[in-house]
């Protein structure tokens, strides 16, 4: 769907967002305005969402996939399963992403995918947390902001070979920090607390 001002898609069940008219987007809003996206299923987007303002996309029953590039200043994705991430996520301002919000999932983002933040005030901040009783975050893409990364993860870890790169880094865990693999973090300040299991980083000051 196409739409000058905000645009708004809802789905009973699952929610496939995709290019239908050949324009190359499933969802575009206009430049100042915000797309928001619900489904009481699944949502898999496999084209391109993009809006000036912001883009919120919520699953309440399913996994969130996100498939299709997503370009706006902010973005909230939401699941009450797992959220996988297998293509890139840029935006000005935020990023969001909060797993298992019926309390089970994790995060996924694949190799060679980037979510990435930066704005002109060096404010912009990637916000990433999984369910409270399971879910973990798996990190094999890049994670870039030019202010702040925060990843909670209660009852999970936070692994993967993937590069964490901004000012500030606060990581938080159930069961342990680059326990499995390493985690390549370069910022100027990390904070990583883990209840459990052990923190690995390989960290660069920046």
Known sequence: GRSAASLTVSSAAD???QDVDGNGFSLSGGATHNVTGTAAGAITVSSKVEAGGSISLSA???DLRVNGRIDPAS???S???DVVI???VL???SITVTAGTDDTGGIELKAGVS???DNASDTAVIDLRTGSTSGSIVLAGTTNSDATVRMSSAAGSINGAGQITASTVDLDSGIGIGNQTALNVSAAVVSADSVGGDIRLDRKST
Do not use: P, Q, R, Y
Request: without cysteine; aromatic residues 0%.
């Open 15 to 17: 929610l496939l967002l």
């Open 60 to 62: 309440a029953g399913g």
């Open 75 to 77: 973005v909230s994705l």
């Open 79 to 81: 699941s009450s399963d």
């Open 86 to 88: 297998g293509v890139d």
């Open 91 to 93: 935006a000005t301002d």
């Open 115 to 117: 979510l990435k933040v």
